[in-house]
C-alpha cells in the first residue's frame, strides 16, 4: 500500500507495486484478487494483447517479462510473471489476511491441486496465443470442448474438496482461479447447468468486494461497451 514499508526478510521496502495487466487476461484477474484482497494498493499498467500485434511483444515489456505475458507485478525491487507464483508470493511475503493457501499442509496441497486444474489444465488450453493459432472459424468450438473436458473433472474434483468456496469455508488461492475461468465459459457459451457446484461457489464469490474490484469491468482498459 501506498507509504507502507513492507518488511521481507530483515530489509523494510517502500514502494508501490506495479501491475502490468489485460483487463480480460484471466492469469492478471487472478492477481488482481489476491492484491484486493490482502489490501495491497497498486499502479495499474495496462498491456493490451491484441492492438498493434499485441504490446506485450514490445521490447520495452519483454525486458521486464521473457516470455511476453501477462501478468507481471513489480514489487519490492523484482518483476514477478507467472499468477500462480505471484499469488503465492504475495501471500507469504504479506501476512493479512486471508491466507490464500493455508498453513496445513494436506489442505495447501489440495488448494494447489484445484488451483493447477485450472490454471495449467484448462486456461493455457483456450488462451488468447492458442485461438489465434487455432484460427477464428474454429475458436469457439475449440475453446468450449477444452474448458467442458476440464470442468468434467473439476466438478468431481470439488465434490470432494469444496464447503462453501473451492477448498472448505475460507477463500483460498483455488477460488481466484476459478472466477475466470466461468467467465471464459459463458464466453464460449458452456451450459453452466452441468456443473452445479462450480456454478454455486463462483455466484457466491461474485458478491464478495475483492471479486467485484477485480472484474474485467472495473479495469481503467475496460472499452466502455463491456463495462
Same mark, same amino acid.
Given at each position: 500500500m501506498t507509504g507502507l514499508r513492507w518488511?521481507?526478510?530483515?530489509?523494510? #521496502?517502500? /514502494?508501490?507495486?506495479?501491475?502490468?495487466?489485460?483487463?480480460?487476461? &484471466?492469469?492478471?484477474?487472478?492477481?488482481?484478487?489476491a492484491l484486493a484482497l490482502k489490501g495491497i494498493e497498486y499502479d495499474y499498467h495496462p498491456i493490451h494483447l491484441v492492438k498493434g500485434g499485441g504490446e506485450q511483444?514490445?521490447?520495452?515489456?519483454?525486458?521486464?517479462?521473457?516470455?511476453?505475458? #501477462?501478468? /507481471?507485478?513489480?514489487?519490492?525491487?523484482?518483476?514477478?510473471?507467472? &499468477?500462480i507464483s505471484i499469488i503465492e508470493y504475495l501471500d507469504e511475503t504479506r501476512e493479512e489476511l486471508p491466507c490464500l493457501l493455508p498453513k496445513n499442509s494436506l489442505a495447501r496441497a489440495t488448494v494447489r491441486q484445484v488451483s493447477n486444474s485450472i490454471a495449467?489444465?484448462?486456461?493455457?488450453?483456450?488462451?488468447l496465443r492458442v485461438l489465434i493459432h487455432v484460427g477464428a472459424d474454429k475458436k469457439k468450438e475449440w475453446g468450449k470442448y477444452w474448458i467442458e473436458q476440464g470442468f468434467n473433472g473439476l466438478e468431481n474434483l470439488l465434490e470432494k474438496t469444496s464447503g462453501k468456496y473451492c477448498v472448505g469455508n475460507e477463500i483460498t488461492m483455488a477460488d481466484l482461479c476459478l472466477v475466470p475461468q466461468v467467465y471464459n465459459a459463458n464466453r464460449f457459451e458452456v451450459d453452466m447447468s452441468r456443473y452445479p457446484i462450480i456454478s454455486r461457489i463462483n455466484?457466491?464469490?461474485?458478491?464478495?468486494?475483492?471479486?467485484?474490484?477485480?472484474?474485467?469491468?472495473?479495469?481503467?482498459?475496460?472499452?466502455d461497451d463491456l463495462k
Open positions: 518488511k521481507i526478510g530483515c530489509r523494510y #521496502v517502500l /514502494t508501490v507495486p506495479k501491475l502490468y495487466s489485460y483487463f480480460r487476461s &484471466s492469469c492478471s484477474w487472478r492477481v488482481r484478487i511483444f514490445k521490447d520495452d515489456y519483454k525486458m521486464l517479462n521473457p516470455n511476453c505475458l #501477462v501478468p /507481471t507485478l513489480e514489487i519490492d525491487g523484482h518483476h514477478l510473471g507467472d &499468477s495449467s489444465g484448462i486456461q493455457p488450453i483456450q488462451n455466484d457466491e464469490l461474485q458478491v464478495h468486494e475483492a471479486f467485484i474490484a477485480a472484474h474485467p469491468s472495473k479495469q481503467p482498459d475496460c472499452p
